[in-house]
């Protein structure tokens, strides 16, 4: 089956049905999955350490790593939870290819990615500010040279580098924070369908 990456719109199989994907999919989720109890274990380990073998004078510094490490943890099962939104978004949209997606705003990476409904126009896509993510120059060198995505940069994408490496979910904040005003124009009737689709937000 053939991934049509360079299409525009929505036009072509969804991303989970081409070849490939699901395998990616199953690697990514295998592969976060250790992190959340080798993290767990690690606390606990600190956690022992601190408590039986370190004196007390140690006890401030021990309880600042005991804290970094439960932080790290969290983000690596928010990354499983996350799981469900990348297999979602590439049950509903196609695979693209862009290249040179990738811009530099005061340190911080920006994908930059055709609108769906209008490929001369552009919508951008900021990676969440977690700890410990590094999108160095390096990082992002590949993204940059090759940017696979599924998604509407206007709500969601799946990005990943060539040969579905690296594979990552990034999103607006109005497209899921009920918080916020849910988009309202610019949108076709089959982009509307497709966002609330993969759950996202879109205003009547």
Known sequence: MSMNLDKQGFDGPVAWDTPGTRSAVRRWRAWN????????????????VTVVLLPVATVVPMVLVL?????????ALGRVARGMRIRQILAVYPWRR????VRIDQGKAVFVLPD???PEKTASLKPAAVMFRSWTQEALKDYNEELWYAGDPRF??????????????????????PRTDAR??????????RARAIGARVAD
């Open 33 to 48: 999955l250790t992190k959340f109890p080798g993290w767990t274990v690690l606390w606990w380990v600190a956690l022992y």
């Open 67 to 75: 804290f970094v490490i439960t932080l790290v943890a969290s983000r």
């Open 156 to 177: 969601a994408c799946v990005i990943a580098k060539p040969g579905l490496r690296g594979l990552d979910c990034l999103s607006r904040p109005t497209a899921f924070d």
């Open 98 to 101: 862009r290249h040179g997606a």
């Open 184 to 193: 309202r124009k610019g949108l076709s009737p089959e982009a509307r369908r």
């Open 116 to 118: 769906p409904d209008h």
